[in-house]
Nanobody, 127 residues
């Protein structure tokens, strides 16, 4: 099992930026890919972005491409999500997640492909 702790959420105005961090511990060496999901009130949890741990291949939800960037620091066992030009519809709880399953060159992309989850961090974008 991998323990995941998110940080960096908060309140930001429309057009602003935030960087979320997720520190992995425990069996972090077993992780093949990491991801960020988000869940807004009354909505299903949706993928934001994913990244493979070794080669750093990324995937993004279409609505986040060009605004959000996922990255990782292997030495620190930490994954980041830089969010630019935030909009009110980006308001949600953002969850960090890790997958111990090998999907070849691509990161895990669906909820069922991930194994461990953080507690989430709230991001609120004011209009």
């Amino acid at each position: 099992q991998v323990q995941l702790v998110e940080s960096g959420g908060g309140l930001v105005q429309t057009g602003g930026s935030l960087r979320l961090s997720c520190a992995a511990s425990g069996r972090a060496f077993s992780v093949y890919s990491m991801g960020w999901f988000r869940q807004a009130p009354g909505k299903e949890r949706e993928i934001v972005a994913g990244i493979t741990w070794i080669i750093g291949r990324t995937t993004y939800a279409d609505s986040m491409k060009g605004r959000f960037t996922i990255s990782r620091d292997n030495a620190k066992n930490t994954v980041y999500l830089k969010m630019n030009n935030l909009q009110p519809e980006d308001t949600a709880v953002y969850y960090c997640t890790g997958s111990m399953r090998n999907y070849g060159l691509r990161p895990a992309q669906r909820i069922e492909e991930y194994d461990d989850w953080g507690q989430g961090t709230q991001v609120t974008v004011s209009s």
